[in-house]
């Protein structure tokens, strides 16, 4: 039944976007030229370009992006271990356009799309992982009803797809209200999010290796705290995929 509800949500998602593209030829989010195709999300310059920029990268730390073979110091303060991560690319200006469009401007076919070129990119390293759950960051209800979708859903979703292991949607929790973390400096990052999310139905995890998809990670909070939450469910492990990684001096 999911299936079925899935392939009929893309079906018709398709139709709004050729009807739309009829209406008004939509451009490349990448540089900004026509698209020859309207079903194509990036024209073929930008879709080369953007393979060819970033090869994925990871595993690495959550915090400090050293490789997980290398020491680092970040588990030394932690009283749960830190989480590996997988991302595809870095913040550019034209990734930033393209996440914007999808985030922002609701234009699913453009993250299901960077997301199969994320996955493309990591290959062995992350289809090698063992893991029983895809669990998406979540989002408060009130505002993913305001955006109309939570777009780590989506990711998530062509992740589950690719790597053919079941998502959990529900089990993770947001549970308190917090401002949009590119608003915030580093600091006031981790203030933000701290105790944010919560697990229901914790049986569901204990003993599990779990892969947490986030759209973007910069200092990690987010991430860090939703682990925190789903450790405390009893989950073995976490390992967290992102499609990018940001430095906060970049902001």
């Not at 932690?78 to 930033?96: A, C, E, I, S, T």
């Not at 915030?184 to 995890?205: H, I, M, P, S, Y």
């Not at 599990?208 to 986030?214: I, K, N, R, W």
Request: overall charge positive; hydrophobic content about 35%; some cysteine.
């Amino acid at each position: 039944m999911k299936k079925l509800l899935n392939n009929l949500f893309q079906r018709v998602e398709y139709f709004l976007e050729d009807l739309l593209a009829f209406i008004s030829v939509p451009d490349c989010p990448g540089c900004g030229v026509t698209l020859e195709n309207p079903r194509l999300p990036l024209c073929s310059d930008c879709d080369n370009d953007l393979r060819k920029t970033f090869s994925g990268d990871g595993p690495v730390c959550l915090f400090c992006r050293y490789f997980a073979t290398r020491e680092c110091t970040c588990n030394n303060d932690k009283p749960l271990p830190v989480p590996q991560l997988f991302y595809w690319g870095n913040y550019n200006d034209v990734v930033r356009e393209i996440i914007h469009r999808f985030k922002f401007d609701g234009q699913y076919k453009i993250g299901r799309h960077i997301t199969e070129i994320a996955l493309d990119a990591l290959n062995e390293r992350i289809y090698n992982l063992k893991l029983d759950f895809i669990i998406p960051v979540p989002m408060l209800k009130k505002d993913k009803i305001k955006r109309g979708f939570n777009q780590t859903d989506i990711i998530a979703d062509v992740v589950s797809q690719r790597l053919n292991i079941p998502i959990e949607p529900k089990l993770l929790r947001k549970v308190k209200e917090t401002k949009p973390q590119s608003k915030l400096g580093a600091n006031e990052r981790w203030q933000n999010v701290k105790d944010a999310f919560a697990v229901d139905n914790g049986e569901r995890l204990k003993g599990c290796s779990l892969l947490l998809v986030d759209d973007i990670v910069t200092t990690g909070a987010t991430s860090w705290e939703s682990t925190k939450a789903l450790y405390k469910a009893g989950a073995k492990d976490v390992t967290v995929f992102s499609l990018v990684s940001n430095n906060i001096s970049t902001l």
